[in-house]
């Protein structure tokens, strides 16, 4: 019952790609609390990895509302799953500037780099394709080919395993 507990439930069941029953449990927790802003958050990441992402850009807009700008990676993802690329690149870039070196380097989180080149690219911008790849490339050495990122991307990154990701990269110029 506690809600510390629950959450830490629907995380665990989400780390292991249990997203229908993380979201069972972020919806009872909102049921409790509607402005208990980890449990939307949680709510959003399962609806993204259920390929439900109009649902889950509401969530994320509310939690954006609420000042969370930690919730940009995942609003970047969201808006990727939609097509809408325009507002995919512009959180994308948002979010790695406000990432260290470190967190650009973790394949959870720095994942987000990989959204804002394939944003880019499918919005036909090459050059800040190649520029945002190039910032990618500095910041994981060694992580150059498709076959190599997707090795290096964590599941449990928004867009892991989401093969329209890859097909940006690929007009972004990143070889098979």
Known sequence: ?????????AQLFALRARYEESLLIAD??????PEDSSALATRAYDLLKL???QEALTAVNELLERGLEEMLPLAAAVHYQL???????QMARKAITKLDSDSLGNPRLGAVA?????????LGHLSRAKSALADFNAAVPGVRTLSAIRKWVHPGADLAGYEPLFEGLRQAGVPD
Request: proline share 9%; aromatic share 2%.
């Open 51 to 53: 390929g439900r992402p």
């Open 28 to 33: 009872s927790m909102l049921k409790r609390d």
């Open 83 to 89: 097509a809408h690329f325009e507002p995919a690149a």
């Open 114 to 122: 990989l959204t804002l080149v394939a944003a880019e690219a499918r």
């Open 1 to 9: 019952e506690s809600p510390n507990m629950l959450g830490l439930k």
